[in-house]
């Protein structure tokens, strides 16, 4: 079965630092999900990227996909205390043997910013 | 246009007690899923519905169980609660059977057992 394995598990930035998050995957990834969430919360979308190579960018967020599809990294550019929370990647495991939403999550990575 | 509802909030429960969790999804979303998220164990997928159907169950016990409504709304079922079921659980609706739109989730329902 498919595992997403994200690094760092928790991360301490001052404000107005790069930071890097990664997604590695056991398999090809064919969709992956970026999401945020505030403790006890539930998940704020952020990005998804279905091909090879493909980068998005939403305000100072960036996510990237590999080449290969197997790895996925998110960048956040000039970290502000609103950044802070829990960052998860998903993917669905079966996007071509059958039509079924369902979603593995890495285990997150915990972002503190530090004013 | 309104998001993924999900009630209660919160809800205490006493070990072998049963509860219900609602969710709304976002109008014209037929899919719902829904997830476990626990510290030890994160999210984990416990069903998905479409059309009134469940199409996927995760790796949980008989005492977890849904249903979807003509309207979309989910219910999801616990008997015979547990300690090891505290935890926040999560729907998500999407457009369409892949989720090519994305998954859109609710706040939780943090339940305590």
């Known amino acids: 079965s498919q595992e997403l394995e994200q690094s760092p598990q928790s991360l301490i930035v001052q404000e107005g630092k790069n930071l890097t998050i990664n997604c590695t995957s056991s398999?090809?990834?064919?969709?992956l999900y970026w999401y945020k969430q505030k403790y006890g919360e539930g998940l704020i979308f952020l990005m998804m990227?279905?091909?090879?190579?493909e980068e998005k960018s939403h305000e100072k967020i960036t996510a990237k996909l590999d080449e290969k599809k197997q790895q996925s990294s998110l960048h956040i550019t000039a970290s502000q205390p609103s950044h802070a929370g829990i960052y998860l990647c998903g993917a669905d495991p079966d996007p071509i043997g059958g039509a079924t939403n369902k979603l593995i999550f890495g285990t997150g990575t915990l972002l503190a910013v530090q004013p | 246009k309104a998001g993924v509802t999900q009630t209660p909030r919160y809800l205490i429960k006493t070990r072998g007690q049963q509860v219900t969790l609602s969710c709304s999804p976002i109008s014209g979303h037929r899919s719902v899923s829904w997830y476990q998220q626990t510290p030890g164990q994160g999210l984990q997928f416990l069903f998905e519905y479409f059309s009134e159907t469940q199409r996927n169950k995760g790796n949980f016990p008989g005492r977890f169980s849904g249903r979807q409504f003509s309207n979309s709304r989910s219910e999801m079922n616990v008997s015979t609660l547990e300690l090891g079921d505290s935890a926040l659980y999560l729907c998500?609706?999407?457009?369409?059977?892949?989720?090519?739109?994305?998954?859109?989730f609710g706040s939780g329902t943090r339940l305590t057992v």
């Open positions: 998500a609706s999407s457009l369409d059977v892949r989720g090519l739109y994305g998954y859109t």
């Open positions: 990227l279905q091909k090879g190579g």
């Open positions: 398999k090809t990834l064919y969709g």
